[in-house]
């Protein structure tokens, strides 16, 4: 990995992009990226209350001239060959930062992204013996240290990012429409062709707005949960209309699922509980739904049969959860990759929320109840697969050992 040094030359740190100032993003970025260890150096005074609890002691270094810039770097436990990523406080980066980290570099040498043809902006990766110069050119612009910037070799990255924060309105707009840009750009490349061209598209529209409010990404999540539960309760019923608009409801709820994971990456608010949250929420919407039109068809015509269909549905959830924890989830994203296509796809589609569309549509012709056994029998076909593909993977391996 590598060291990072984030520069504090004046408040221009504090500009709120997305309501967070930029310095604490930045701070929660490189850690999130791996970047460690990581010092602030400058006039961290004016940064102190917005990182200080983020940060171990030691990491916030005043240096206000050049002598104390030399005395600040010679003190760092760093190397002629570490690699140190070097950013003003006031640069907005998008997750294209750990990019930028895994670039080699070799003694001497000094790369650059975003910044375009302003000196000293964007953010650079530097090895261990040209760190003093870079530093000193991009704070204090002496004349000597000045054309190590125009040495910098230009990596890739995003044409619109790093970008400064800065000190207007429209500056920080800039910025924040350009991570919103690079939050579409990141689209999986698993991703099905609804969900890349409808669903994302529609999230997305909701969450540049739902960003600048004070909504969480976990709040958007139970939020979106309650819609998919009241969209099963509505299924439940017998009238065609109530089971429309749930169904309706049900779509609403699975192309809204990107939201909370759009804004959190906006706010740099992802973590561990958020994803097994919206996990929890997902299956919990899903058997809810399955549910619903177990109940609404039978409802509608008091055949027990439709409640049989459940019973089975949920047996068959539970098998598919057996088998997808022991040859899917205990595996390592390195061994999936290394797994046959067929384990790759299944994989993938336990992600895949696309049978909503199908919901709506059997909805939409009153025959929910083809989808109800569809589905009953598929969760048994699903478990039958995967079993076989492992089968046929691990006999293949037993004949090249």
Known sequence: MAACIILVLDEKGLAPVFGIPSVRRLVLLARKTGLEPLWLLGHVELVREAVDHLLPPGALLAARDPRAMELAVQGLPLSHDTKVVVMKADQV??????????????????????????????????????????????????????????????????????????????QRK??????????????????????????????????????????????????????????????SWAAYWQRMFGALLFLLCVIMDGADGEVARLKLQESSFGQSLDYTVDNIVHVAVFAGIALGLFRSTWHSHYLLALVLLLAGFGLCALVVYRYILKRTPEELKESPRVIRLMATLLTNRDFAYLVLAFALVDRLAWFLWAAAVGTYLFAAVLRIAVFFERRKKRRTA
Not at 205 to 213: D, E, K, N, Y
Not at 225 to 235: D, K, M, P
């Open 174 to 235: 800039a910025c924040e429409a350009a991570l919103i840009a690079s939050c579409a750009s990141r689209i999986k490349a698993d991703d099905s062709f609804l969900s890349r061209h409808v669903n994302r598209r529609i999230s997305l529209f909701a969450s540049r707005r739902i960003v600048h409010t004070r909504i969480t990404a976990n709040q958007i999540t139970l939020v979106n949960g309650a819609i998919g539960l009241g969209g099963a309760f509505l299924l």
């Open 93 to 170: 980066v998008d997750q294209s930062l750990s990019d930028l980290v895994a670039t080699p570099i070799g003694p001497n040498q000094l790369y650059r992204v975003g910044g375009g043809k302003e000196a000293g902006e964007g953010v650079y990766l530097a090895s261990g013996d040209r760190l003093l110069p870079l530093l000193s050119a991009l704070s204090f612009d002496h004349a000597a240290a000045r054309s190590i910037l125009s040495e910098a070799v230009q990596a890739g990255g995003n044409s619109s990012l790093p970008c400064p924060a800065g000190a207007t309105i429209e």
